[in-house]
């Protein structure tokens, strides 16, 4: 059973990894070489999470068992037996994907019993937590998140309470993946799974300069997640490098049985895996798409765009070749439209929530408080999420919705949905192969982070485009504004490409090597973890 994150002393003796600085790859060398143990690395993990944790507000829910599981970890590679590639690594996993025994609250406080709501506890972990567990890693807890992952900018109304930037504490962290991209960014874990239906990953990864991999549609399993779209929600990593996030990526892809829609992946993930094609030299003759109006019909901000300059000319230093955007004159522009009261947001595709809900909530198990979309619909009715009030009150304005709302378990008629995406990717596939291009490049955000408390929104690059054609981005550090926000790119490219994705970003950080480590503040005191 989970409880809240309160963590037992650090324990003394044993110098602590630093954990700020770690990959997957150096944890693997310091076991190798016993520089220190799955249960020192938990260890300093939880103290970590100890300092740091009250100040931003990454965890919501720690899991008593960490230590203990580093130890079976460390007894099983003393006595010889094979351990998979996560073994003994610290992770963290976002609110809305379940694990067994562990409240599934979504930031909000009617599923949560001790704030007065329901209790939604799964019995079986979801699949890529499955995968996780089956690949060693040791989850430290659950991150929070905004309510129903309704904001792709910060938590700030989730039950436990807004989390912080760990980058620049005064601006929004990223959402929904808020505490994920937290938890990672301040060395708390070394690496955190993060969900997107609209920007959940790609948003906090660049708002907390790290690396974040939005899959295609199907490569990772989505069941046992709380669901804003299951034809939308793709679940991926949160890491501080290239590397580790492929590292991720390989043991989340696959095939389950239990989501249909993986069996389009099967054949797609590299034999040798998504860290095969990483090289320094993978940009070379490569014809990436430039951003611009034929894209999205928003302008950069001024320091974004000389950012965004600066980050062409690395590009072209690594040989890339780069097409001012090919986009102009497709009509690609003009297929995402606002979804009311938004200016930037089309909502395609979440129409069909109250039948995911439905799905979702039936996968609980038979003693789950609440069962269907009509139990849930009771518990939630003070605060209805689709009423005037409602943090989703604007999927009524899809036109589909409504009939989807008055019969949740029947499936859905999501017609719009599908041939908005059809024209989407028949627009990218011509545009690809009219001008030869490999990939996309972009910078995520348009200007520079909003501040934490406040209206602004981020504004993105790539979302909803990528999130209704179901494409893959990689997000990646490159930079930052002179407040010290940060900038990052985005590479986007055709279904199942992550492997020429990471190996473009790999190309790129391996360069430039952008990414500085922050300096952490305790609650109330300063303390430097210095710059790489």
Request: hydrophobic residues 40%.
């Amino acid at each position: 059973m989970s409880q809240p994150a309160t963590i037992p002393n650090e324990p003394t003796g044993r110098k602590s990894p630093d954990l700020a600085r770690l990959t997957v790859e150096d944890v693997q060398a310091g076991f190798a070489s016993r520089a220190y143990t799955a249960q020192s690395l938990i260890e300093a993990s939880l103290g970590r999470v100890e300092r740091y944790n009250t100040k931003y507000n990454a965890i919501i829910f720690l899991n008593p068992s960490a230590v203990d599981e580093a130890k079976e970890i460390d007894r099983r590679r003393t006595a010889g037996e094979h351990l998979g590639p996560l073994a003994g690594i610290p992770v963290v996993v976002k609110d809305t994907i379940d694990i067994a025994g562990f409240p599934t609250t979504a930031g909000w406080s009617l599923l949560y019993s001790k704030t007065g709501g329901a209790d939604l506890l799964p019995e079986h972990d979801a699949p890529v937590v499955a995968r996780l567990r089956e690949a060693g890693a040791v989850i430290i807890g659950k991150t929070n998140v905004p309510i129903l992952s309704s904001s792709g900018t910060h938590a700030n109304n989730s039950w436990a309470g807004p989390t912080r930037n760990v980058v620049v504490p005064d601006r929004a962290p990223g959402g929904s993946s808020s505490g994920t991209a937290s938890a990672v960014a301040s060395g708390m874990v070394v690496l955190g799974l993060a969900e997107e239906t609209g920007g959940s990953i790609q948003n906090p990864a660049a708002a907390q300069d790290l690396v974040g991999i939005k899959p295609t549609v199907g490569l990772v399993s989505n069941a046992g997640v709380f669901p804003l779209s299951a034809n939308r929600d793709v679940v991926g990593p949160l890491a501080r490098c290239v590397r580790d996030a492929a590292i991720c990526l390989d043991v989340l892809a696959g095939y389950t049985s239990e989501d249909p829609k993986t069996l389009a992946g099967v054949g797609k993930k590299p034999r040798e895996g998504y860290i095969s094609k990483l090289r320094v030299d993978a940009l070379k003759g490569k014809r990436l798409a430039l951003y611009g109006s034929g894209w999205r019909k928003r302008s950069l901000s001024t320091e974004a765009q000389q950012l965004y300059d600066r980050a062409k000319q690395e590009l072209e230093g690594l040989g890339a070749v780069l097409i001012e955007d090919p986009f102009s004159g497709s009509g690609f522009a003009d297929l995402c439209k606002p979804t009311s009261p938004f200016a930037n947001i089309d909502a395609h595709g979440l129409e069909s929530v109250p039948y995911d809900l439905d799905k979702y909530l039936g996968r609980l198990g038979p003693k789950a408080a609440l069962k269907t979309f009509a139990e849930f619909a009771k518990a939630t009715k003070k605060e209805n999420p689709f009423g005037p009030e409602g943090v989703l009150n604007y999927v009524n304005n899809l036109p589909q919705f409504a009939a989807i709302l008055a019969n949740p378990s029947q499936p859905p008629n999501v017609s719009e949905f599908i041939a908005l995406k059809m024209e989407c990717l028949t627009i990218f596939e011509e545009v690809f192969a009219r001008h030869h291009l490999d990939a996309c490049v972009f910078p995520q955000m348009l200007q520079e982070l909003p501040p934490l408390h406040g209206k602004e929104r981020i504004l993105a690059s790539t979302v909803d485009q990528i999130n209704i054609a179901g494409l893959p981005g990689i997000t990646v550090p490159a930079g930052y504004y002179a407040s010290g926000s940060p900038f990052s790119l985005i590479f986007v490219g055709r279904m199942w490409s992550e492997a020429e994705l990471l190996a473009y970003a790999y190309a790129y950080e391996s360069i430039t090597r952008h990414r500085k480590i922050p300096a952490l503040e305790m609650e109330g005191a300063a303390s430097a973890d210095g710059y790489s």
